[in-house]
């Protein structure tokens, strides 16, 4: 994470963790757990590369005491000793530092869905952030982009098994505007070349060579910073060479022939048909416009994904 300090690798995902798992408030962890499965409330913390995400699922019925332990792991996680034991490399007080330093209601975003009144929730919610007294500075944003580069080279785990897993890839690129065409290209070319099950390098090296039971290719185009593409799969040890030099086929092909029509239309659909499952349940797209006002993501981006597939043709494709 962005935020993780030099040497503490992983800091910011064990405090996330350690909010649920740790007791909040004026309950310790078990007394904690107790209360959330008496109210059956399902909590969780997680956190990733730019931010960390608290989510409540409860009843409507039990909702103000759902939202107190909400609050009591936001505001007053305890980072239970006990439970943190299994953790050897880091110790509570690296926890509690990370947390007064980096959480604090001045860079929040709430989205909630539900049977709930708009007006009311939002009282609700107003009322607890004003009570929670945090000296978090506001952080940088965007965060620093990582300096790390990461030199060329072949990685290997020698281990007597008698299958191989190999990853293939290099650093992406960065979204660098929320309308630029590039980008809807990259997404397409991924999705003949290795992104679902009529793929390229799926149907060569898993279904006409049958060297692995899954293959493919994913290219995480970075919103922040440059994201990576990569190839991946599974193969007996014998077929690993082989796997490889197919796949790296593929990539060449895929830069030096146009694609069909056929893969065209096909992989333009497929973003198009999917689109809808981002707004299938209100909660969906109250998480959907809360992201955007994180990353700083114009609300009609949404409105428009779909009038930009088919506007990738092959000659974009390959340029990608």
């Not at 107790?34 to 109210?39: G, K, P, T």
């Not at 077929?239 to 992989?267: D, F, H, N, W, Y």
Request: net charge negative; hydrophobic share 40%.
């Amino acid at each position: 994470a962005s935020q993780d300090p030099v040497g503490k690798t992983g800091l910011a995902a064990l405090t996330a963790a350690m909010l649920r798992r740790g007791g909040a408030g004026a309950l310790a962890a078990d007394a904690f757990d107790e209360r959330a499965d008496f109210l059956a409330a399902s909590l969780s913390a997680s956190a990733g590369p730019t931010s960390t995400t608290l989510t409540l699922d409860c009843l409507s019925q039990q909702l103000d005491e759902s939202l107190d332990l909400l609050f009591a792991m936001l505001t007053a996680p305890r980072f239970d000793e006990s439970r943190l034991a299994v953790e050897k490399s880091s110790r509570r007080e690296d926890l509690a530092s990370f947390h007064a330093r980096t959480y604090g209601p001045s860079h929040l975003v709430v989205a909630v869905a539900g049977d709930v009144d708009a007006a009311s929730i939002l009282a609700q919610l107003k009322g607890r952030l004003a009570a929670w007294k945090s000296t978090a500075a506001e952080p940088a944003w965007p965060p620093t982009f990582p300096q790390h580069a990461p030199p060329p080279g072949v990685y290997y785990v020698e281990k007597d098994i008698p299958q191989g897993k190999v990853e293939i890839g290099h650093r992406g690129v960065r979204w660098q505007r929320w309308d630029d065409p590039e980008m809807f290209a990259l997404m397409v070319m991924n999705e003949i070349l290795g992104g679902d099950f009529t793929s390229r390098i799926t149907q060569r090296v898993r279904s006409d060579e049958g060297l692995a039971y899954s293959a493919g290719s994913d290219y995480d185009i970075g919103i922040l910073w440059p994201g990576s593409f990569s190839v991946a799969f599974e193969s007996k040890s014998a077929t690993v060479a082989l796997a490889a030099k197919i796949s790296l086929e593929e990539i060449g092909r895929m830069q030096r022939e146009p694609v069909s029509e056929q893969e065209l239309r096909q992989a333009r659909s497929s973003f198009v048909d999917s689109f809808p499952r981002r707004f299938e349940t209100p909660f969906q797209i109250a998480r959907t416009y809360a992201t955007d006002e994180v990353l700083g993501r114009p609300h009609d981006y949404w409105r428009t994904y779909r009038e930009r597939m088919p506007a990738v043709d092959a000659a974009a494709v390959r340029a990608a």
